[in-house]
């Protein structure tokens, strides 16, 4: 792809992690801080000649190009350190002159303002501005300039033989048929000899059971939540997971799927075709890298998944991987920030193949065709969103439904059936012994505590499903021995209203 091609990209493009755009020569100060935070993330381009709000290619004087070119040299090399080498090109647009400063990412991080020093120098990329690194930062840039990660580190508060980590073993051996010995932990290097004695490292810390690691990892954990509408306020269900881990995602997913439905689309023959709301294999996927990539550096953050009613996001600590495209979900991307770990999750089989995580999410999300994926950086984090599109469709259907049952409650409904279930208790168990899930004449009459098929379980039925308020689960065929009463949305929203919810 050519430069100008590339620029008819870029100017539909929103700034962020990769691209700046300015109509005219920013500080020395400003320059200087771009070009530094790009170096010590993904890399990324500097646009001279560019408005950005609204977009517009303003240009430069062409008498102008060649002083701005020196200028903006001068200036990365004499305001930064270690030296960046920019990539500096003129681009002509429909007539009208463009500087393009490309930057690659660096391999001696951290790169930091020559007057400030590192400490106070050091400048990372958050969405679309530049922010002073934290120390925990520049030690994971540091970390980073080593190829070393911060979970192949050594603790020196306890020795191995201290480190409590037996759910950890019967995990291993349940996953692996292994048992896990102290040959496996070294070649796994979860540990390593420092001066004749077996440290752990902080992979093996957080794979334990032991105190240490909620002393030095409390906030190696997932907070999940599930909320009433659309914005974070009232909890319906919450449950912190802090155990190790190598268990951490499987009980998050599982929460999930406590708070979403599964529902029957049609039918082969006489089995019935279920499918879930949201595409759960998508979304184990996204909980697996939430837990395996996140920055366990980082104090004070834990990973957050959020159920509304319209959507679920998972945040993680950390940025994503400089080397990772979202947007890019089919070229089998993978970048380890987890070193020991990973090699752990893959034995585990929580990780089933290097670089094909995104690949399973596109690849599901092409049934799911109102379900819209969307990520973002909020702060030093990684968020990923999976929107239901049909939603407010779904709202307004439901709102004129329930304003049609609320006009024949004030008819036949409210004079003849609702009088009946306020008299006769029987009506309501049924409906709602029929909100879990579909259940059989026979299951239903057990949940009643009744021994046997009662005539009189045999009328309600009749009744409820001559309302409209249930529904046999296999339509054609009313005789089968596999068939089910299902509550309808009408029965839904009937139980509601004469429960006096909204």
């Known amino acids: 792809m050519n430069q100008v091609t590339k620029l008819k990209e870029i100017l539909n493009q929103p700034e962020g992690r990769r691209l ?29 000649g560019i408005q950005d709000n609204p977009r517009k290619v303003v240009g430069l004087d062409e008498e102008s190009l060649i002083e701005l070119e020196e200028k903006i040299s001068s200036i990365i090399h004499d305001k930064c350190a270690p030296i960046i080498l920019p990539e500096i090109m003129f681009l002509n647009y429909e007539g009208k002159h463009i500087i393009v400063v490309k930057i690659h990412k660096g391999s001696a991080p951290p790169y930091f303002l020559k007057s400030k020093g590192a400490n106070e120098g050091t400048y990372i990329r958050v969405g679309s501005t530049n922010r002073q690194a934290s120390p925990e930062i520049i030690a994971e840039l540091e970390r980073q300039k080593q190829n070393v990660s911060f979970d192949c580190e050594l603790v020196y508060q306890k020795p191995l033989n201290e480190i409590s980590i037996n759910s950890f073993k019967e995990h291993f051996f349940d996953k692996t048929g292994e048992k896990l010995t102290m040959q496996i932990l ?46 974070p306020g009232n909890f319906i269900d919450q449950k912190t997971i802090d155990s190790n881990v190598s268990l951490q995602a499987e009980q998050a997913f599982q929460f999930v799927l406590r708070h979403i439905s599964q529902s029957s689309t049609d039918y082969t023959g006489v089995y019935r075709n279920d499918r879930w709301e949201y595409p759960i294999t998508a979304i184990r996927e996204v909980i697996r890298n939430a837990v395996i990539h996140r920055d366990y550096s980082f104090s004070g953050k834990d990973i957050k998944i959020a159920i509304f009613d319209n959507k679920i996001e998972v945040t993680s600590p950390g940025k994503l991987m400089p080397s990772v495209d979202f947007s890019d979900m089919e070229s089998g991307q993978s970048d380890i920030r987890n070193k020991t770990l990973a090699p752990v999750f893959k034995r585990l089989g929580i990780i089933e193949q290097w670089g094909n995580g995104l690949k399973l999410i596109k690849e599901e999300l092409q049934a799911y065709p109102e379900i819209e994926l969307s990520w973002k950086e909020p702060g030093v984090a990684f968020r ?14 439901q ?22 279930l306020q008299q006769e208790s029987l009506f309501s168990k049924v409906l709602m012994i029929l909100l879990d899930k579909p259940k059989s004449r026979k299951e239903i009459s057990t949940e009643l505590g009744q021994k046997s098929i009662s005539g009189q379980l045999n009328e309600i039925l009749k009744r409820l499903q001559d309302k409209g308020l249930i529904d046999w689960t296999i339509k054609d065929k009313p005789r089968s021995s596999k068939q089910k009463f299902t509550i309808s949305q009408k029965g ?3 139980l509601k209203l004469i429960n006096g919810e909204k």
């Open 20 to 48: 700046e755009l300015k109509v005219e020569l920013p500080t020395s100060a400003e320059l200087a801080k771009s070009i530094i935070a790009f170096a010590n993330d993904a890399g990324g381009e500097f646009y001279l």
């Open 492 to 494: 839904d929203l009937f």
């Open 186 to 231: 070294s070649k796994l290097e979860l540990f390593k000899q420092e001066q004749g004695n077996e440290l752990p490292t902080n992979a093996l810390i957080l794979l334990s059971d032991d105190k240490l690691r909620n002393q030095l990892f409390p906030y190696a954990k997932i907070e999940c939540a599930r909320f009433k509408g659309t914005i």
């Open 384 to 397: 990923v969103t999976f929107t239901n599109k049909n939603y407010e469709q779904q709202q307004e259907l």
């Open 399 to 420: 709102q004129e439904l329930q304003q049609e049952l609320q006009q024949e409650l004030q008819q036949e409904l409210q004079q003849e059936l609702q009088q009946e």
